[in-house]
């Protein structure tokens, strides 16, 4: 299964970001490859619906769990609808790899 | 007066309105009322074989209240088949979750999508996990 995570930046040093609809950039995690992809958020100044286009794009690119900060209702509502798991960790400071390495285990 | 009765969450409501024997010829009276949160916890005990601490946690309830929800149901279903009646899903003392489970070992939230088959936490894979109050 793939997993979607919000960065701040395009490496796996870049820092989690906890905005998911505003996120600078999306990590595409390959759980039984290990594998990391990085995608930049075309909808990072957008005026709205940037939750519902992040969302999109979620199920556009295969991700079924994503891993963010918070998500707004209209996220949600997308998110539950395409049955994609939704994991909020609220922990400061973390970066990607971090994150990456704990679902490793 | 008696305590009111906690809810209890249900993670996925039964499939089935019922079940119904059949090749029997002297099918018996009522059916046997099987509520939603006796068939959640057959279902995290003796399907996903979870220990009742964590199905209770799964299912926001005491280990205690768990244990006697899960015997209520051992005890019908094993009623509706010794005596042949009909089984129905009645929805009980339940709601239906939508919401969020915690993971009490990296405490990342988390909700659980319909078509997903386990309730360990996705980033650690710690099965000591509980409701979000």
């Given at each position: ?9 395009g ?28 995608f930049e958020?075309?909808n ?16 556009e ?35 990607i ?7 490793k285990g | ?10 993670v ?16 018996s ?28 946690r799964?299912?926001g ?11 209520r149901a051992?005890r019908k ?7 042949v ?9 339940a ?16 909700t ?15 099965s ?6």
């Amino acid at each position: 299964m793939k997993t979607l995570i919000t960065s701040t930046g395009g490496s796996l040093d870049a820092s989690f970001d906890k905005r998911y609809g505003r996120a600078a950039w999306f990590c595409i995690l390959d759980e039984q490859t290990g594998k990391t992809e990085f995608f930049e958020n075309e909808n990072v100044n957008a005026t709205g619906g940037a939750g519902t286009k992040a969302a999109e794009k979620t199920v556009e690119l295969g991700a079924g769990k994503v891993i963010s900060g918070d998500f707004g209702p209209k996220a949600k509502d997308l998110l539950e609808k395409f049955n994609v798991q939704m994991v909020i960790i609220e922990e400061d400071d973390l970066t990607i790899k971090d994150i990456v390495e704990r679902i490793k285990g | 007066m008696a305590r009111p009765k906690s809810l209890r969450k249900v993670v996925k409501p039964p499939g089935f309105k019922g079940y119904k024997p059949y090749g029997n010829q002297n099918a018996s009276g009522s059916p046997v009322e099987l509520l939603y949160e006796e068939y959640e916890a057959l279902k995290l005990a003796d399907f996903d074989l979870m220990n009742h601490l964590e199905a209770s946690r799964v299912m926001g309830v005491s280990r205690a209240t768990f244990a006697r929800i899960y015997e209520r149901a051992r005890r019908k279903v094993a009623l509706a088949l010794v005596e042949v009646k009909e089984i129905k899903a009645v929805y009980g003392h339940a709601y239906l979750d939508k919401s969020w489970l915690i993971c009490n070992n990296c405490n990342a939230r988390f909700t659980i999508p319909q078509t997903a088959s386990e309730h360990n936490c996705p980033v650690c894979r710690s099965s000591n996990v509980e409701a979000v109050k």
